[in-house]
């Protein structure tokens, strides 16, 4: 009975327990819910157990079981790449480490069986390999767990396919080297501290590279970041210096027509000395479109934040975009100006892109901001948008590039770095963009959802 329990657990403590953190790291990438997917992996193992518990009570020779554990380990890796719905570089560069996790403690066991007499092993074949592999599981859960959850996880979230495409391959050549050993139930290779060192630094080599190469994902990524400031820095500088020459250019014009309004009344006053009625009907009309444009666009009292939203308001106008919006003076902006303009520059550059891709009227474009208590700010962004759009992980797929936009990533990592969120849907022919800043929540999203065609200003 022993024996038998033994063997029914064997192949159990060789994929499951491994694998389970690996869908719950992509928990929100599964085609299935997280439940199901278990519940499948459980049943697989299930299959795994018997079939190698028929094998062995009917006395299968030594290289049938290692084939038929290939076998399955094959049959683990098609499920979990059935199963998550993610690209092929992460899968796979997820799927090496976790495998080159698992490598490492079938040695440390092998190596734990090794120090028994031959007479013990004999009798009891997997009592101690097995308890030698839970207690190495045990031991490295914590710094494996951490790994996955603070490095692997924000990994993840970037989106460069270069990249990716170098560094799967880092575990795979670990986890190759791990082949040579792992699921061979001769011992004797095992014996040496020298095979043990070599496990150690096959696993503490992936893992640091791995580390090295999120890091430069994480460079990778703030360098864009980087660019598309300076993108959006420079833009609100020209903005800004456009905005200078147009109200320079009105005071001009102002001082011109307050010095000539004395002789404009002269020659009004004759018009109606000579009770000339027409004369002075047609000179007013005249007179009228003589005097400057008032129209000065102010939409409120941040001169970063108005440079931006006039520049695409302008380049709205010119696509014969209908353009509203409301911004409430907001003087204590609880972020950088740098940050404003990669924001709300993104933002309204995205919404002004899809009215463009549209045909017909009706095209449309409507901006607010709005401060909710005294440190949230709301920023809602809707446009017209009848083409389907496609989102990943809650993001808009991007038109130009494989996975989420650049822009529409650096929102969200903007909103995230200030307690904040950004939500994008699509209903109803409209897309909409919601940011909230510092303590904003999904609940607000509701309520504030509603209040972007509200007291809408035309410009």
């Not at 499948?40 to 518990?53: E, G």
């Not at 043990?196 to 360098?223: D, P, T, W």
């Amino acid at each position: 009975m022993n024996a038998a329990i033994m063997v029914l657990v064997f192949p159990v403590l060789d994929f499951m327990p491994y694998e389970i953190p690996m869908y719950w790291l992509f928990r929100h990438r599964l085609r299935l819910p997280f439940r199901c997917a278990l519940m499948l992996l459980t049943a697989v193992t299930a299959l795994n157990s018997a079939v190698f518990c028929w094998l062995h009570f009917r006395g299968a020779v030594l290289a049938g079981l290692m084939l038929m554990r290939y076998g399955f380990m094959a049959i683990h890796m098609l499920l979990a790449f059935l199963l998550i719905k993610e690209n092929f570089q992460k899968l796979m560069f997820t799927y090496m480490l976790t495998t080159a996790w698992t490598f490492f403690v079938f040695g440390n066991a092998n190596f734990i069986v090794s120090c028994y007499q031959a007479a013990f092993r004999c009798q009891y074949p997997y009592l101690v390999y097995d308890v030698g592999r839970i207690l190495v599981y045990l031991i490295t859960c914590p710094f494996m767990y951490g790994f996955y959850y603070r490095t692997l996880e924000q990994a993840l979230k970037i989106d460069d396919v270069k990249l990716w495409s170098y560094f799967w391959k880092i575990p795979m050549f670990f986890t190759l080297f791990g082949l040579l050993y792992p699921t061979t139930m001769d011992v004797d290779p095992y014996v040496t501290w020298k095979f043990m060192f070599s496990r150690y630094f096959m696993m503490f080599g992936a893992c640091n590279v791995s580390y090295v190469a999120m890091k430069v994902l994480e460079i990778s990524r703030h360098q864009v970041q980087l660019e598309e400031a300076l993108k959006y820095t420079d833009l609100n500088l020209k903005t800004q210096k456009k905005q200078y020459d147009s109200l320079a250019a009105y005071m001009d014009e102002a001082r011109r027509a307050r010095h000539d309004l004395r002789h404009h009344l002269m020659v009004m006053q004759s018009y109606i000395e000579k009770d000339d009625k027409d004369g002075l009907r047609k000179y007013i009309d005249v007179y009228k479109n003589s005097l400057p444009s008032d129209h000065l666009e102010l939409y409120c009292r941040n001169e970063v934040m108005n440079a931006v939203i006039g520049y695409y308001a302008a380049l709205a106008r010119e696509r014969k975009i209908r353009f509203t919006a409301k911004v409430d003076n907001i003087d204590d902006f609880p972020i950088s100006d740098t940050e404003i303009t990669v924001l709300l520059g993104n933002l309204l550059e995205n919404a002004v892109e899809a009215c463009q891709r549209e045909s017909g009227d009706g095209r449309f474009i409507r901006f607010q901001v709005s401060r909710r208590g005294k440190r949230e700010i709301l920023i809602l962004v809707d446009n017209s948008c009848r083409l389907p759009v496609v989102f990943e992980q809650g993001m808009p797929r991007s038109s130009k590039r494989a996975g989420p936009g650049i822009g529409t990533v650096s929102v969200r990592d903007i909103a995230s770095r200030h307690q904040g969120e950004a939500h994008f849907e699509q209903t109803d022919g409209v897309f909409c963009a919601s940011v909230y800043l510092q303590d904003g929540t999904a609940d607000m999203a509701a309520e504030g959802r509603g209040l972007a065609g509200k007291e809408e200003v035309f410009v």
